[in-house]
């Protein structure tokens, strides 16, 4: 197989990332003018519901998408999400109140669901030496673009000729758009590389094989445990700031998508490098830059708790960004190297239903929290009391090669 085919299927994919997360961060971003027009979402708590809601579709739904992308095609189930994706988008900016919108974000959770354990999966098979860390990098650089994209739209959402309908109507097109060239040059994987004579493990079955790894619980939880700075950082972070320096919505947006997902890519960049040289060396190379990732969220979250103005608070943001992307680029490489290929999509899908769900109880969490008038510094600092258990996770993790 070409060294290009390679990459191409990493380029063809990194649209769909984006696109996924430009919606989530659109609607953290445009959460006051939201919230301005449909007046039935009376508080935080209502609004961390809708947040959770989602989420914890998107979990439940994550194994039996990562199942069905070990059993049959994972192109199919690729393509079938970005269609239903941007339908629910689409419909996302019809929403009259806040049932129809928390129905629209439920079904969301649904197609979301199959994309990203198929997507990784995919890109695993395809990069079966030590280049791992750097596709996934690539993948979830596209993530963090729609990440910083999404946070712009909280300009939008104030504009008065666009509007936060117009940002989802807009999204789902182009979703639509894509959905067609993708389709027509995504493949699966050759039979060379993912074996025709690979066992077909029934759910079951593949559960207990999984559960029957104690590394691979001890990177569920390490997974599970940084959905908390994670999803606090994608769902509130541009109200924490809009609140804490009384700035207007878009700045908040801007200022919480921007410069973290920027620092973001430096970490993607140099921890895919980094890892993919150093497990060469070492087979715990993958879980080494992880785990220095990780710990640079701890002093990040503090200093972001307690930062006295906007420069240093993005100072800090910036450095969550580095290390986030540091762990970012080698969960699925570090999958790899504890189960088998047709393993692959099913362990991810666990992983993001363990930590999708805690990520709902976060979101809930936080907005009860802000309605008991709990500060944003002291929900940062206990983000950070988590982390410094997480590094130690992770450092108990024993890899078995450079791929399976």
Not at 79 to 106: D, F, P, V
Not at 265 to 281: E, T
């Amino acid at each position: 197989m070409g060294k290009n085919t390679l990459w191409l299927v990493v380029f063809l994919l990194a649209p769909v990332a984006l696109l996924n997360y430009l919606d989530r961060q659109m609607l953290a971003s445009m959460k006051f003018s939201v919230m301005a027009e449909l007046v039935d979402i009376k508080s935080d708590t209502s609004w961390g519901v809708m947040l959770a809601q989602f989420k914890w579709v998107y979990a439940c739904l994550s194994p039996i998408g990562g199942y069905l992308a070990d059993r049959f095609s994972r192109r199919g189930i690729i393509c079938a999400s970005l269609a239903a994706w941007s339908a629910i988008t689409w419909w996302t900016g019809q929403a009259t109140g806040y049932a129809e919108l928390l129905t629209a974000r439920t079904l969301m959770g649904v197609s979301e669901a199959f994309y990203i354990p198929a997507a990784l999966a995919l890109i695993m098979d395809y990069h079966t030496g030590a280049t791992k860390s750097r596709a996934t990098g690539i993948h979830t650089a596209a993530i963090y673009i729609g990440v910083i994209l999404g946070g712009f739209s909280g300009f939008v959402a104030d504009a008065p000729s666009l509007g936060w309908r117009w940002a989802f109507h807009t999204a789902g097109a182009l979703g639509v758009l894509y959905a067609l060239p993708l389709f027509l040059l995504l493949r699966d994987a050759p039979r060379a590389v993912v074996s025709e004579t690979a066992p077909q493990n029934s759910p079951l079955s593949a559960l207990r094989q999984l559960l029957g790894n104690p590394s691979f619980l001890l990177l569920t939880a390490y997974f599970a445990l940084a959905a908390w700075p994670g999803w606090m950082m994608k769902d509130w972070m541009p109200a924490m700031l809009k609140s804490q320096f009384e700035i207007s919505q878009g700045r908040a947006g801007v200022s919480a998508g921007l410069y973290v997902n920027l620092a973001g890519f430096v970490g993607l960049f140099l921890g895919g490098l980094w890892a993919d040289r150093l497990v060469l060396k070492t087979v715990r190379g993958r879980t080494l830059v992880s785990a220095v990732g990780m710990a640079l969220i701890i002093p990040a979250l503090f200093g972001l708790g307690y930062a006295p103005t906007l420069t240093v608070a993005i100072c800090f943001l910036a450095l969550f960004g580095l290390g986030f992307g540091l762990f970012d680029c080698n969960n699925m490489p570090i999958l790899s190297q504890l189960v088998r290929p047709e393993l692959r999509a099913t362990g991810y899908g666990l992983m993001n239903f363990v930590s999708v769900s805690l990520g709902g109880f976060a979101d809930i969490g936080v907005g009860k929290l802000r309605d008991a008038g709990v500060t944003f510094p002291v929900i940062l600092s206990l983000a950070a009391c988590l982390v410094i258990a997480n590094v130690f996770l992770v450092l108990r993790v024993r890899p078995q090669g450079v791929s399976l």
